[in-house]
């Protein structure tokens, strides 16, 4: 029997060609109920870190900007108002459920004309060379197969002088907080996934997951090593999520 | 599909443009030979989503 490439779907190995699909299961999973555990299981401070993401874009009037991994469009929301109508923003993600359910929600929050839903992969953007002010990707990356391609097919689409900001899980800076983060992840989420959104296995997912997940100092080597420049992260919450940025040289 | 949307879009594949053929639903790119459906209003812009264009497709203008 040939033996295949395999990679990891939280601490489980499944074989590479698998992965996109059992990721797309969880996100359909949970995509109707992805806002409310999202406050509960951050407490609400996931707006915050979202707050500080778009601080950092630099996003002014007129600039076109890429959310991949957009799902429910969260920062899409914040960049429409920016951009205004001379700006346009790209909501991309991979799973048909979270953008169906990114649109509408932008729609009853009365967010549309310069914002565009497209479903698209990390790795093969669907977007010319040059295009993009700014591209994000928020706790997505984490979810992508191949996250070298995926941050060299962002590189592409950026212009020059365009900045990434990765906004993901990452390694908890204190030995204490990670105990408790730990104890926190592994118990109780798993058992909220199952009382908010019936649904244990999802958020057992996303905490093995995050412990997958480069560490700060890793993905900042990657995102040099795709061939971005001035990068640098900002750890939040003591670690438990870091916003890298790169500069396309 | 809005102007705008259409030139900000290229085939994944072998990121030529696209045509738009309405009455279809569908961005063409003759490249590559793909058709990708556009569901819903959202383009679905997915390899493992595209239709192989036909041969007579692929010689029309």
Redesign the interface.
């Known amino acids: 029997m040939k033996e295949g490439k395999t990679t990891h779907f939280g601490y489980q190995q499944v074989p590479v060609e698998e992965k996109a699909g059992r990721v797309a299961e969880v996100f359909h999973s949970v995509a109707a109920r992805y806002d409310v555990m999202n406050d509960l299981m951050s407490g609400g401070i996931h707006r915050l870190w979202k707050r500080f993401t778009i601080e950092l874009s630099g996003a002014r009037p007129g600039q076109t900007i890429l959310d991949i991994a957009g799902g429910t469009g969260d920062l899409t929301a914040r960049f429409s108002r920016i951009v205004g109508p001379e700006g346009t923003v790209l909501l991309a993600d991979i799973n048909e459920s979270m953008l169906k359910v990114g649109r509408d929600r932008l729609l009853d929050r009365g967010i549309a004309g310069n914002v565009f839903p497209v479903q698209a992969d990390a790795q093969y953007l669907p977007f010319p060379d040059d295009t993009f002010d700014c591209v994000t990707i928020a706790f997505g990356l984490r979810n992508v197969t191949d996250k070298d391609l995926a941050l060299r097919s962002m590189l592409r689409t950026l212009k020059p002088g365009g900045r990434l900001l990765v906004l993901e899980f990452s390694k908890p800076q204190s030995k204490l907080l990670e105990k408790v983060y730990d104890q926190y992840s592994f118990r109780l989420l798993p058992v909220m996934g199952k009382l908010v959104a019936n649904d244990a296995d999802s958020y057992r997912y996303l905490a093995e997951s995050i412990r997958m997940h480069p560490d700060q100092e890793t993905l900042k080597q990657m995102m040099e090593d795709a061939g971005f420049v001035d990068c640098e992260y900002h750890n939040m919450t003591g670690g438990i999520v870091a916003l890298h940025k790169g500069i396309k040289p | 599909m809005?102007k705008?949307?259409l030139s900000?879009?290229?085939?994944?594949?072998s990121?030529a443009?696209l045509e738009y053929r309405e009455e279809a639903q569908e961005l063409v790119c003759k490249a590559s030979g793909l058709a990708y459906p556009v569901?819903?209003g959202?383009?679905?812009?997915?390899?493992s989503?595209a239709r192989q264009l036909t041969a007579e497709e692929k010689l029309e203008k």
Request: glycine share 0%; charged share 35%; proline share 15%.
């Open positions: 809005d705008k949307l900000l879009l290229v085939c994944p594949v990121k443009p569901r819903d959202i383009p679905v812009m997915l390899e989503e």
